[in-house]
């Protein structure tokens, strides 16, 4: 997968432990600290992506609930995305230099 949107890298960020949606958006709030507030919609609209990409699955269904889980190709994923974010940051690095060195 090729540049992911932020709201599928915080879902699988936040799904290193698997988890239902309501608990899903107060984690993907917490772990951004607080940078990011995702609604329902965009959470189910990106849950059903991911599931169809195969990145995450489905644990428990209790009817009331779901609780969903990366999957090995889910994590192969995030960390590849990961990478590729660090790369941009150390690419950009010479901005804060710049800034440093003009005051």
Request: glycine share 10%.
């Amino acid at each position: 997968m090729l540049g992911m949107t932020e709201a599928m890298y915080y879902i699988l960020l936040a799904l290193c432990e698997p988890l239902h949606g309501y608990a899903l958006m107060e984690a993907i709030t917490a772990i951004s600290r607080g940078r990011l507030v995702m609604g329902p919609g965009t959470l189910y609209g990106v849950l059903t992506r991911l599931r169809k990409e195969k990145l995450i699955a489905l644990t428990e269904d209790d009817g009331r609930r779901k609780t969903y889980r990366l999957t090995p190709a889910g994590r192969a994923a995030l960390q590849e995305e990961h990478a590729r974010l660090t790369a941009m940051v150390e690419d950009g690095k010479w901005l804060q230099d710049e800034v440093n060195a003009n005051g």
